[in-house]
């Protein structure tokens, strides 16, 4: 991109490889110039988390509070109740209404972590696009809304696109959800004079229908910058690994096990993701990333630290890496790892160490503990554990027990009471 900004934003966001796309960059910056420009994200509540793939979003967001504009964090408690189709093979699971509240219960305690909310100018608002997407008269909403809408335009963005040649059922219900999203567009510039949306570049179409609305009907001029679909430098979905996503909420991912995830990053992703994921100066982020050898495990630590101080705090993220060197350099038991509690009625007269690596996580299913215990990659208190049909009784539960699966991933198992 040889586009030269002159907004903080906008620079910010170039320089530390947020921006996938934009619109129009001229019209944008000039904006950021011009004044306080709110801008927004919407977050659908299909989960009582965010995880790690939302989480350049929120750094969006947090930027362009810091460079003096207002963020405007969306809740889709109404378009939850339709589903996103971008990119997915099938249709979302529908939801309850009680079950979407509790999501966004659950999804907005990680945003009071990352920005300021408030009546300021530049304070961040939590919106529910439910407040008028649940009020729509349905006649009304088509005449006027949905004949500005071109089905044929709607069939080439590839997010429809390439779920129907690979010739899997696309519901009229999902259809609707692209005109929905634009039309929170139009409601939010009206509302709150919403002038840009962000998101993956998988929602460049949405946010390009928002736009066109909204120029059909109100004569208004908005904006839309992607990021993009971030994958680590092995080809991996960012925040996805072995045993599930790497949630936001503490009540879901453990700090520890959070921390754990940005210490484990490959060589080769550690200045990217110290630019996107943290507010270290860029020079910095490229010297850290740089490094080589034994030097490149200490800038991870310093990109653990200070992603999970944003997410959860410093004392989460000193209580982490204390746990970490106890475990790793002195073969210890830290007072941080994910911790499994049995009550005497979950032991009975003994339960399987098989199943026991299954209930911290270590494993998916039995087979894969058992083919974990034969691969000689199980360890129980650090000695390799070589017997699957071994029983863990309350003697052996007498304090707690440390199991492993190689060299990174560890759980501990005590008896309640």
Same mark, same amino acid.
């Given at each position: ?217 109100? +004569?208004? %001029? ?6 993009? *679909? ?6 991996? $979905?960012? #925040? &996805?690994? /072995? ?102 009625? +979950?032991? %009975? ?6 199943? *026991? ?6 494993? $998916?299913? #039995? &087979?894969? /503990? ?48």
């Amino acid at each position: 991109m040889t586009y030269q900004p002159k907004s903080d934003f906008l620079t910010v966001m170039l320089e530390r490889g947020f921006v996938a796309d934009c619109t129009d960059y001229e019209g944008f910056d000039k904006a950021l110039c011009d004044g306080v420009v709110p801008g927004y994200i919407g977050f659908d509540a299909t989960a009582k988390s965010l995880h790690v793939g939302s989480l350049i979003q929120i750094m969006m967001l947090r930027w362009l509070q810091k460079t003096g504009h207002k963020p405007l964090t969306l809740m889709g408690g109404g378009t939850t109740k339709v589903g996103d189709p971008s990119f997915r093979a099938d249709e979302r699971p529908l939801l309850t209404n009680d079950q979407i509240d509790d999501n966004i219960a659950g999804i907005k305690k990680v945003f009071a972590k990352y920005l300021d909310y408030g009546d300021g100018e530049t304070d961040a608002l939590m919106l529910n696009n439910a407040e008028w997407l649940d009020e729509l008269n349905y006649l009304t909403f088509l005449r006027d809304i949905g004949r500005h809408f071109s089905v044929n335009r709607m069939l080439s963005f590839e997010s429809v696109k390439s779920r129907l040649d690979r010739e899997q059922s696309l519901s009229f219900l999902e259809f609707n959800y692209m005109i929905l999203q634009a039309y929170d567009f139009l409601e939010l510039n009206r509302r709150y004079g919403c002038l840009v949306q962000f998101g993956g570049s998988d929602q460049w179409g949405n946010i390009v229908n928002g736009i066109d609305l909204t120029r059909r009907v109100d +004569d208004g %001029g908005l904006f839309g910058l992607t990021s993009p *679909l971030l994958t680590t430098s092995d080809g991996k $979905k960012m #925040g &996805k690994t /072995a045993d599930g996503a790497i949630w936001l909420n503490a009540d879901m991912r453990s700090p520890y096990e959070f921390w754990q995830f940005w210490r484990n990053t490959t060589d080769a992703d550690v200045g990217r993701f110290l630019k996107l994921y943290t507010e270290m100066p860029v020079e910095e982020c490229n010297r850290l990333g740089a490094l080589a050898g034994s030097e490149i495990n200490e800038a991870k630590i310093i990109l653990a630290n200070a992603v999970t101080t944003l997410c959860h705090g410093a004392e989460a993220a000193a209580t982490a890496e204390a746990t970490a060197r106890e475990v790793f350099e002195k073969g210890g038991i830290g007072d941080d790892l994910p911790t499994v509690s049995l009550t005497a009625a +979950d032991l %009975g007269d003994g339960i399987s160490i098989v199943q *026991l690596i299954v209930k911290t996580g270590l494993a $998916k299913s #039995g &087979k894969d /503990a058992k083919r974990l215990i034969k691969e000689n990659g199980a360890k129980l208190d650090d000695a390799p554990l070589t017997d699957a049909g071994l029983m863990i009784d309350a003697a052996a539960l007498s304090s707690p027990i440390k199991l492993s699966a190689g060299k990174k991933r560890h759980a501990l198992v005590q008896l309640d009471g």
